[in-house]
């Protein structure tokens, strides 16, 4: 029971980045993804002496959630992720670069389009990298959830992306 | 190969076709950022040096507290309906019965046949208040006030003996010792030993008894009555000895003096009838029929 400083650090090297992905699935906003997942580690500060290191992780996700539901209104979210890659332009033609902006606006307003609970565990997975386990740990549900949760999600951009193309 | 990226976008997008689209597009985003990790880490050591506090809402536990709430409610309204099971004493007095009972005060009412009270046995103690149906008499102990609640009438007193009649046929209060006050339809009446308070049309009537002690003598098996109809003295008989009793109409008019005892029916018969110039038959089945003796 109970964390030191070094491993404070520690905890907020390894979880900071897929915290703030968590909230900005949620809002769309990433100032104020930061802003929340900063008062999560803070409060994680205070609450030191009852932290346990092993169990930590669905306790900063409790607590960014909570902090996301009780001090912030819901906004139609948004969504706006930009690309790991810079795109060759020596390769690629600009009308494949045409039809790969308009894919990304769509399916980026069709994610937009989801529900929180489907879109948070969805992008998880395949932004985060996170198995189906990690995200049931992290959420605090079922892997059958999870599992649920990313059909839906699947489904539903298909139907969107197939019904605006 | 730029052709072949092409063509797959142009394709028609369905099943895995899509999916993968959807996978490849979703692995190269990334989630962008206003500040980096270290400007955000040391701008929380500052506020931890600082000693800062979160000022963010955490909430309420919303559901354990409802469902506190309710299962709470659903324990306190148990309790009130088994408290109110086992508060509320009924005694009853059945036909033919006559009950001697001690109250939690250390109060004794006598009931008389086909009576009853009903009180709270926890509160009685602290606050003296019981229903009465039927007639019964009391003799209270001294202490806060007592207070008798019949259909009729409320009856209170400091510290006495007293008689309460209250059936369909009438209402009497009779007060052997001490001081009663009767309340019905905001009329009050106060009276003291060798005085009674009849009920006549609704208004309440005082009235002092020739002989006090007679009014009460039910306790003991005598029916001692004094110029009452003989309608109200067939209906004593029909509680003391559990018959019915079949009488010709007109008798309500005829008025009978005298006492009974409840031990022997024939007896009784016998002591009301042959005066009155009336016949009696005992039939099988509790039941008495009475006729006019020229009408034989």
New interface residues.
Partial sequence: MGIDKSEF?EI?DTW??SL??FI?YKTGD??Q??DI???T???V??KRDTVCIDTVRAYLYT?AN??F???YQQKKVVL??????KDNKS???P??EM??KE??AK?QRALSELSDKNREVF?MN??DDFTYNDIAENLGISVKAVEKRMSKA?EH??KY??GK? | MENNIHNKLHRDYFGENLDTEIYNRLSNYKVPESRHKKEIFDNLLQKIELGQKSTMKMPTNYRPFIFSIAASLVVLMGLYFLFNLFDQQKIVAGVGKQIQYQLPDGSVVYLNACSEIKFSKFSFVKNRQLKLVGEAFFDVRKGSKFLIETPKAKVQILGTTLNVFSRDEGFKVTCHTGRVQVTSNSQTEIIIPGESVEMNNNQLEKTTEKNIEKTSTWRTGIFYFDNKSLMTIFDEVERQFDVSIEAPAGLENRFFTGSFSNKNLIETLDIVCIPMDLNYEIRPGHKVIITHKNDR
Avoid at chain 1, 80 to 85: A, D, G, L, R, W
């Fill in positions: 650090k907020f900071f980045d703030r992905n900005y990433v100032q993804a930061e997942v900063q008062e580690f803070l409060k500060w205070e607590i909570h902090i539901i009780n001090n706006k992720f930009i690309n790991k890659t390769v690629e033609s009308e494949f039809e790969m894919f990304d399916l992008l395949r932004i699947l951009l298909r992306i197939t193309f």
